[in-house]
């Protein structure tokens, strides 16, 4: 697992949105696997900037959405586009040849995508339902806590790790001890991010006060800084 601690938000974006570029130039037509959540937008404002600038194209583009409320209708605001189905979603993502780059943010709860402490770790697309921990968190995109749905659909433990490269992105202090749970404790389902502990390609994107509660943090900026002088594998 690769860890980047940037000083600040917009630096941890700019750094998540690169990634993405780098498997756009090397695959146009790749696979990308889009978290919802308010973290990932900066990331997403990014990679418009560069899309209008001309640096980076999605023309040849497929995405799939990591996660979406059951119970809202497609055209409610705060829905993630009404259209995964547990059986129809896995076998698209298969046919698609798989997903190349997921993006991932975590909950305060050390969840990934919709996978609530308790998931299983190798878990598919399936119906979850929401921690009282996610509802507490989500509640401010909603107008009354009541209006947060219960249930979720959501890309399983399991599905994630088969993405081909993991990207997570965290931000702020509530994320702290989730970011440091799920890099350096043990992997449990307890913290389904520490599943990306599994996975040979995962980058772990965090800003200052997210990667507050990481004891290797010098190591981590240690490597990163090497990185561009390390000898190729
Ligand atoms: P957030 O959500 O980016 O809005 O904090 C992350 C998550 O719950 O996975």
Not at 36 to 59: C, I, K
Not at 101 to 106: A, D
């Amino acid at each position: 697992m690769e860890v980047v601690i940037k000083r600040d938000y917009g630096l941890m974006s700019k750094a998540a949105a690169q990634l993405v570029v780098d498997v756009l130039n090397t695959k146009p037509n790749a696979v990308l696997g889009m978290a919802t959540g308010s973290t990932p937008l900066g990331l997403y404002q990014e990679l418009v900037r560069l899309h209008q600038a001309g640096q980076v194209d999605f023309s040849r583009v497929t995405t799939f959405n990591l996660d979406e409320y059951v119970g809202l209708s497609a055209n409610h605001p705060q829905s993630y586009h009404y259209f995964m189905h547990e059986q129809w979603y896995e076998r698209r993502i298969a046919e698609c040849g798989g997903i190349d780059l997921q993006i991932l943010g975590i909950g305060s709860d050390g969840h990934i995508a919709f996978n609530e402490p308790g998931s299983s770790l190798s878990s598919r697309t399936r119906l979850k339902t929401l921690s009282k921990q996610t509802i507490d968190d989500n509640a401010r995109f909603f107008e009354r806590r009541e209006d947060v749905p219960v249930y979720a659909i959501t890309m399983g433990v399991g599905t994630i790790l088969d993405a081909r490269k993991l990207v997570l992105v965290a931000s702020g202090k509530t994320k702290a001890k989730a970011i440091a749970q799920a890099v350096e404790g043990p992997v449990t389902s307890m913290v389904t991010a520490s599943a990306l502990q599994l996975h040979r390609d995962a980058s772990v994107i965090v800003d200052e006060q997210a990667a507050a509660g990481l004891t290797m943090r010098d190591y981590y900026e240690f490597i990163y800084a090497a990185k561009p002088a390390a000898p190729k594998a």
